[in-house]
């Protein structure tokens, strides 16, 4: 409105001026006058615009895309009434082979690569995890679990008694399974599967017992232990399932005969701990034992398995000698009335 005001102003202006001026200069007056008001007008033209409307929430601004072909349109208006199609499925992946350093466990060997102890069993169902040697070759299964699903050899049906857990001081719990060999023939790669049940529906992932030794000879029973990280429920109830059990071949030529000869068994006055002394002694018909591994386990009044310990000796033991040896194992809880010490050789 102002521009428009001062336009006018201007063409009274100039055409005043114009009538006193000389009248050869009158037409130059009038025309330069009339060109600014004009120049002035068009100023106005574009600064009295409306300014564009603010966005809408919730809308959005097309983006200017190259056409698609009838067939993407028709998948793309269809996605709505009909589910997508499946991915295709990826190849398995190729299961992973790791070869045993010094030091290794298969509890480091699956927490390293991110797995349970149970899939790596169950992928190396014929592994011994008490008997490790530096380059053996064990495969690690997948991420994906393309292994876990792999049937595991059906266990000799050795005698499986109901599990016992104690806690422990920050809220974990041990949790131990006795196991009979009742059969005519010696068993190894002994293991079983605990899980604990509760009322309030916690996910607790199961875990793998497993013995100090790997060897059960007939008559013979040992504890299997497994560890539940805390917190736990009080109200957990353990269940276990026999997992594997293998037999051994006749002539199998990897565990040598011995005899054992108990000196003392030494129960202190907490009966929370005891020591056992005894000796191993060699089969005379056999190779030389460069591995003697003791298993001790401490039992309470009836019976059941309270504590256990793993002792393993590197020596060069020949054919019919002697080897002393003590070992001390302790409660997890109720008191010691008993205390069993098995024995496993290798060459």
Known sequence: MLVQQTSECIIHLMYYYSHRQNPRNRGLILGWGLFLALMLSACAGEN??????????????????????????????????TPAPAATPLPTPTPLIYNIVKDDTLTSVAFRNGISLEDLLS????????????????????????LISLPLPTPIPVTLHSPICYPTSDGGLWCLVLVENNQPHSVENISALISLLTSSSANIPAQVAIPALNLLIPGQAIPLAAFFAPPIPEDALP??????????????????DTGMEISNISIAQSQRQATVTGEVRLSEAGAPARHIYLAAAAYDADGNPIGFRKQEILVE???????????????????????EVLCEARP
């Not at 992928?123 to 393309?146: H, K, R, V």
Request: aromatic share 6%; glycine share 6%.
């Open 239 to 256: 269940r276990a399932e026999l997992l594997t059990a293998l037999p051994i071949s006749a002539d199998s030529k990897r565990y040598l």
């Open 48 to 81: 009295s615009a409306p300014p564009p409307p603010s966005p809408t929430v919730g809308q959005l601004t097309p983006y200017w895309t190259s056409t698609p072909t009838p067939a993407l349109q028709r998948e793309a208006s269809d996605s709505s009434l």
């Open 123 to 146: 992928a190396n169902p014929g592994i011994d995890p008490n008997f490790l040697t530096i380059g053996m070759s064990i495969t690690i299964p997948t991420a994906e679990g393309s």
């Open 317 to 339: 033991l020949a054919p019919g000698d002697v080897l002393p040896f003590d070992i001390t194992v302790f409660s997890l809880g109720p008191p010691i009335a008993n205390v």
